[in-house]
Nanobody, 115 residues
Framework: QVQLVESGGGLVQPGGSLRLSCAAS????????MGWYRQAPGKQRELVAR???????DYADSVKGRFTIARDNAKNTVYLQMNILKPEDTAVYFC?????????WGQGTQVSVSS
């Protein structure tokens, strides 16, 4: 079992930056693929970024060049550095951990980008 706790969300102006953190506990963190998803009002949850157990990364086209996912296995933590934020990035951001056959989810943290 994996427990995930997100932090770092908030309100920022367009062009600003936020760094989200997801602290994991309860299992062997290093074997899990980790991801960040987001869900905006009225929309389905979508993948933002993910990083595998061996460090391979993948990003949604909408965030490439602006967001960076990283993991620190010694701290059991995954990060999402978000730069040049746009109003379209406004959503609840969820941390995810995956290792067959299970998905685990954090509670979500609100990111709002507005003037």
């Amino acid at each position: 079992q994996v427990q995930l706790v997100e932090s770092g969300g908030g309100l920022v102006q367009p062009g600003g930056s936020l760094r989200l953190s997801c602290a994991a506990s309860g299992s062997i963190f290093s074997i899990y693929s980790m991801g960040w998803y987001r869900q905006a009002p009225g929309k389905q949850r979508e993948l933002v970024a993910r990083i595998t157990s061996v460090g391979s990364t993948d990003y949604a086209d909408s965030v490439k060049g602006r967001f960076t996912i990283a993991r620190d296995n010694a701290k059991n933590t995954v990060y999402l550095q978000m730069n040049i934020l746009k109003p379209e990035d406004t959503a609840v951001y969820f941390c995810n951990a995956y290792h067959f056959p299970n998905y685990y989810w954090g509670q979500g943290t609100q990111v709002s980008v507005s003037s």
